[in-house]
Every structure is written in C-alpha cells, then in structure tokens.
C-alpha cells in the first residue's frame, strides 16, 4: 500500500525557518517524483517545489524560488522541505504527493498525505 505521511508543520514568525517531512513507502522510491504542494483556506492547491528522485532534479514554485530547498534521502525514502525567510503568504496546509514526473498539475499526483499545517505569524 503506497503511503505518504507529512509532518513538522508548526507556528514561526515572519522570516524564520521550517522544515517539512515527507516519509514514503509502498512503492519504488527511485523511480519516482515527490511533490510539495499547499493549500490556503478557500485557494486552489498549489505547487510548491518537486524533485525527480531518479536523478534528483528539483524544481520551485515562483513564489517559493530562493527560499525554500528540497531534498530526498534514498536510504530513507524520505523527502524534505527546507522553508527559510517565510511569509505570512506561506500560510497552508502542506502535502506531499508522488507522480511518475513533476509536474504543477495537482492531478498527476497521487497518494496525498493528511498534510502538515504550517502558520507563519506577521
């Protein structure tokens, strides 16, 4: 049974630090993409940076480009997300979900954690 559980979600201040885990299993770790996205209250669910684990490209959103770093561990199957200098606008629900590539499309993922609440205070 594929599984993605999501987790360090918490309170900060605007401008400090975060970071997102995202523990896998129940299918070929390797062979797939993980993907970060959130959720705000009443917004689309968005794309919020994705890595290839098979040969460990990474992507970032426009709005999360220089601040936040993704990274896998393959012995682990494990995946993080590195938040820095977060912004009120940061504020969501975040989840990770695993596709055969990355894409921004929600759709093409699959799996979806129950998310991690990340909160960031003006």
């Known amino acids: 049974e594929v599984q993605l559980v999501e987790s360090g979600g918490g309170l900060v201040q605007t401008g400090g630090s975060l970071t997102l885990s995202c523990a896998a299993s129940?299918?070929?770790?390797?062979?797939?993409?993980i993907g970060w996205f959130r959720q705000a209250p009443g917004k689309e669910r968005e794309g919020v940076s994705c890595i290839g684990l098979w040969d460990n490209s990474k992507h970032y959103g426009d709005s999360v480009k220089g601040r936040f770093s993704v990274s896998g561990d393959k012995a682990k199957k494990m995946v993080y997300l590195q938040m820095n200098s977060l912004k009120p606008e940061d504020t969501a629900v975040y989840y990770c979900g695993y596709a055969h590539v990355c894409s921004w499309d929600s759709r093409h993922f699959g799996s979806w954690g129950q998310g991690t609440q990340v909160n960031v205070s003006s």
């Open positions: 129940g299918f070929r770790f390797d062979d797939y993409a």
